[in-house]
């Protein structure tokens, strides 16, 4: 196939889209910060079947298992608790844990060096059987349906002439204006947008004083682009539309 070919056929797919797009809208949904707790949930199930596999056997490497479980949990939270705004902050966040695991594995393996840390380290043994981690990731599965359940009664569409809400369980729907919306994408924790590619998405329609704000929208680039091209094709459609003032 050569490149002219594949440069008609991308267009003809990206035109396809953009018909299927301006025919039935664009979605966005805010989802709650829960949603960020997927690795620990993934985390528990793996440990669980680790566990079932290796018989609840009390040995070394089931220690390790829970340790590793533990730091997957105490990151997740550390994402789920606070911002990180910038790549910086980002970094420092992981040379503070490569010093602190690199300290705890120095003193580990040389118990002269901090004799009192290096007894509450050897002392330090967690262990969990299977059922502890099928529990945890039990109430994590469960409250993640409940979210994809909920969000689906409260949701915007961008259409090309209207922008519309849907809430609530009977279907509620609440219509605006679509044509000269503005839309500003924030993308405020670098940790969010790695696990999900999430961030904050800004609707300003034209006529109305207060301006929408979506949290945690998922793949928030790609619904920006799909929005802007939506919107584009509009404002061409509009300005074919208005007569030519010498016609006139």
Known sequence: ??????????????????????EHGIYLIS????????????????????????????????????LVFLGIFALNMLVFSFD???????????FVA?????????????PNILPAI????????????????????????????AVFINVRFD??????????????????????????LRIDKEINDVFEYLLLGSGRLILHPANERRAIVLENVPMITRKEAELTR????????VREDEPDADTV
């Open 155 to 180: 949701y915007w569409e961008v259409r090309p002439n209207e922008l519309l809400h849907h809430h609530g369980i009977l279907s509620n729907l609440e219509r605006m204006s679509a044509p000269n």
């Open 31 to 66: 989802y709650p910060k829960v949603v960020f707790m997927y690795p620990t949930f993934l985390a528990s199930l793996i440990c669980g079947i680790y566990m079932t596999v290796a018989g609840n056997a009390d040995r070394p490497d089931t220690e390790v298992v829970a």
């Open 230 to 237: 939506l919107l584009s094709a509009l404002q061409v459609r």
């Open 84 to 94: 990180f705004p910038r790549t910086t902050s980002l970094t420092l966040l992981f």
């Open 98 to 110: 490569a010093v602190v695991m690199g300290a705890l594995l120095l003193i580990r393996s040389n």
């Open 1 to 22: 196939m050569s490149d002219a070919e594949r440069a008609e056929r991308s267009a003809e797919t990206e035109g396809r889209k953009g018909r299927k797009q301006r």
């Open 118 to 145: 290096a007894g509450l380290i050897a002392a330090l043994k967690p262990w969990a059987n299977n059922q502890f981690y099928f529990v945890i990731s039990a109430i994590f599965a469960v409250i993640f349906v």
